[in-house]
């Protein structure tokens, strides 16, 4: 299952790409539903990455992501994520964000791809849309707000 969402955020894209590459640690700092993140211990697999991936404490309990791309010269970062409570038919989730010049502001990508094993991808494909839909609402609202105000969502 692929999930894109594309925004328009009123920051220049340094900025943007400043909070999702070199700080990408840090989406506690702007995502509500991550209360508390931190690098993976680790050497980044991939060059010029921030770190070999993050832990997050969240609202669906504690996740490990390793870094799977990192392009400064593209503003593109991507992670798989890996979960404790991660249900078993849940294969495999992988997010990445894009920050592209638009004008003078940005044009914000997040792509979501969960691999759901059979038969769950058809029976439960509609609702596990939904839920990721509202978190990938949520996230780049939060993103957006962030970086056009300096300050969390409230």
């Known amino acids: ?6 925004l328009t955020v009123n920051a220049p894209p340094d900025a943007v790409w400043d909070i999702l590459g ?12 991550v209360y508390v993140s931190g690098a993976r211990p680790g050497t980044p697999k991939i060059a010029g990455a921030p770190a070999a991936g993050r832990t997050c404490e969240t609202s669906l309990g504690p996740f490990t992501e390793t870094s799977e ?5 593209r503003g593109h970062v991507a992670y798989s994520a890996t979960g404790d409570k991660m249900p078993s038919f849940m294969k495999g989730l992988r997010n990445a964000w894009t920050v592209r010049p638009k004008g003078g502001v940005s044009e914000v990508e997040m792509e979501l791809n969960a ?5 769950f991808n058809i029976l439960m494909a509609p609702m596990m849309k939904m839920q990721f839909g509202k978190v990938l609402r949520e ?14 969502h409230p």
């Open 69 to 73: 791309a990192y392009d400064e010269a």
């Open 22 to 33: 070199p700080n990408y640690v840090r989406a506690g700092d702007w995502a509500s539903s």
């Open 115 to 119: 691999d759901i094993a059979f038969p």
């Open 139 to 152: 996230a780049t609202e939060e993103l957006k707000h962030y970086a056009e105000t300096g300050k969390p």
């Open 1 to 6: 299952m692929k999930i894109k969402k594309t």
